[in-house]
């Protein structure tokens, strides 16, 4: 069995991190798995979701595999830091919407790759938190960037110079996790967020989310200008024919991603 498993169900993707005695944490051979798996999701036409989830009830990930990181010189080191890097990268960059259902300890690289989703949900009794200047270095998955546009600057600083843990409502309330569930409930709860985002047009909600992701990142006038090739990019599709016949004949579209 592999170290990250794929599953595909109802037009959900749901990616596990299957390392559970290590507590799903990542050496190189798993990051090479999970990058294989993201390329396959990237052009499946029949997955319109991710979940990412960690195997096991203890962690999410607890992130880079310290005992392999003892065994490599610093070439390696540089090697497996840009894998992981590119990886989550590739995982932000996805077409369609990411869930990160953390299930637990979600610490260094395991919350970097939460930070990669769209949206994150964490059981009651989760921990997280971006660890690594506890060991003499700093995240190097994206985490100084993608948390810092998350909460803020202030907010990203204190929990990464501290290289504080802090429990599942504390993120919510910093603005970290979308939600926080009973344990026991985490992925009915993903899975719900999921189906929402499934009634809509496909295509629409793929060019939402690059929208999104490219206007947040420049200006006004230039977001406004994605936004406006994004939404050209929807007006000769079937499905938006669809939707407005669906409405004038007052039933449910039936979307093609088409």
């Known amino acids: 069995m592999g170290k ?3 599953e595909k169900n109802r037009r959900i993707a749901f990616v596990t991190i299957n390392r559970p005695e290590q507590l799903n944490c990542f050496d190189f051979e798993t990051l090479v798995e999970l990058e294989k798996i993201i390329d396959e999701i990237r052009f499946d036409r029949e997955i319109n979701v991710v979940i990412i989830v960690g195997a096991g009830d203890k962690a999410f990930s607890v992130g880079a595999d310290l005992k392999e990181r003892r065994t490599l010189n610093e070439q390696e080191v540089r090697r497996n830091v840009q894998k992981i890097r590119d990886v989550f990268s590739q995982i932000e960059d996805l077409p369609q919407p990411t869930i990160a259902a953390m299930n637990g300890y979600a610490f260094g690289g395991g919350l970097e790759l939460a930070l990669a989703c769209d949206f994150r949900y964490a059981v009651k009794s ?9 060991l003499a270095i700093i995240p190097g998955a994206g985490g100084t960037q993608r948390l810092t546009r998350l909460i803020g600057v202030p907010k990203a600083k204190e929990l990464i110079l501290t290289a504080r843990r802090i429990d599942a409502e504390k993120a919510y309330e910093m603005g970290l996790l979308n939600g926080v569930v009973e344990d026991g409930q985490l992925l009915d709860s993903a899975i719900s967020l999921a189906e929402e985002i499934l009634k809509n047009g496909p295509l629409a909600v793929t060019q939402a989310k690059y929208a999104i992701n490219h206007g947040s990142q420049v200006d006004l006038t230039t977001g406004l200008a994605i936004e406006s090739k994004a939404y050209e990019v929807l007006i000769p ?3 938006r024919v669809e939707a407005l016949n669906a409405f004038q004949e007052k039933r449910a579209p039936k979307f093609l991603g088409e």
């Open 4 to 6: 990250v498993l794929l």
């Open 237 to 239: 599709t079937k499905d």
């Open 126 to 134: 989760a921990k997280m938190g971006l660890t690594e200047v506890g």
